[in-house]
């Protein structure tokens, strides 16, 4: 697939057309949303405003009622490689040790098993956590697991990556350091990223675009070119927080 | 610590002391000797079971081995078919819905009550005794290979899907080992029904095999000897449950503790 027709600039990394879901009740309406390559955007919205249903029609585990969504320009019919998702909590394989979890990742790429174990060894390290390989899932805290699920989202390779509120379920302070991590994370291997969270601050202190979800759409955006990494307490980053807030109640 | 007072000696001192007072109230003609016969004569018997068995030449080790190899060709036969057919079921719901009254009526049939029905069918002979054994094993199994595919946690499917697993890759690669310790845990309950059943199964047409050896003592007025045989299965059911135990922390490393934490 070579973007032969226009320049990669033009055309979204991800784009969503018109997408409808209905649970019974609409949960999205029409909704339109473009990604750029590499940029970073989160989704803020109330529970049960669609974010995450938004995520998994992107990610191809949910079926749209109606619209569609491109990734590279061409329409998503199911999971697959190139669309790494980070869930929640608890989506490793708890019998396999950390690093063999990694390798599940890299596998989907088709690489024979010292380059799936290379590439995890190096991703290990990337997250922090090398010497840990050997831990099970359930011999980690809830931050390292997060560690070991955001590396082997990245072992497949994916031409985006979606976050489904990766750190709802730590606790503040290490939902801090985690946040740190993956920019850190990120600026090493970029990639475009939509990142669904619960936390106005943790999406200030992230993303490149704040996207607001309400009513089944978008109700607002709020792009943000301040440098990485940002303080908590930039007073810029308050005034949008104020900003955002008003627009959610 | 004093040795008084660790757990072990506290326990085995107790077993000590009932088994003086069983002895002591035999000894003073508090208990018949046919109905509670003394520790001493359980030992006794114990060893005759050993050098010359009951009836003479059929040893415990003997009634013991004819015993297990029933019970385990019944769990075997029961454990093949029972795994993949409840693994299936589990995946797919059409086959779930319509299975279940059978699985439920069927497991709700106790074992031994078929007894007449296997003796017609299979005939006098081992047959009949291990398919008594599998039918008792295979609903068990079943219903833990259903729920144990079932109830797989969607989020690793899911994120397996992600990963391009899917088809056979996903059966052997997320479903199965996920559904491994539910399928180990149903062998545990499953041995145990088999040591259950056996002692009935046994009842008729065999003079080998401990349930044998515990009717046919009896009719001899060797409560002695019934005892010595129900040791011997309790022993043995012991031994097997701690041997899967084993197993399972063989097998599993990563799931010591992990069952309270998940559901």
Redesign the interface.
Known sequence: MHARTAPVEARPKIAVCGVTKRYGAAVLNGLDLEVAENEFVTLVGRSGCGKTTLLNIIAGLVEATAGEVLVDGVAVTGPGRGKGVVFQAQALFPWLTAIRNIEFGARSRGLDAAACRAEAEQLLALVGLAGYGDRYPSQLSGGMQQRVAIARALAQDPQILLMDEPFGALDEITRIEMQDELLRVWSTRRKTVLFVTHSITEALVLSDRVVVMGGGGIVGEYPLDAPRPRSRADPRLAALHERIWEHLR | MRWVERPWFQGAACVVVLLALWEGASALGWLKPFQFPPPSRIAAASWEMVVAGFPTGTRIGQHALVTLQRIFTGFALATVVAIPLGLLIGRVPALDQLTLPIVTFARSVATLSLLPLALLWFGLGETSKVMLIAYACFWVMLTNAIAAAKYV?P??I????????RGPALFF??IL??A?PRLLAGARVAIGIGFMVIVGAEMIATVAGLGALIMEARTFYRTDVSIVGMIALGVLGFAFTAGLGWLERVL???????AE??R
């Open positions: 946690d989020v690793l899911r994120a397996a899907r992600t990963m391009d697993a690669r997320v080992p996920a491994t599993l490393p990563w799931h010591r503790g992990l934490v998940r």
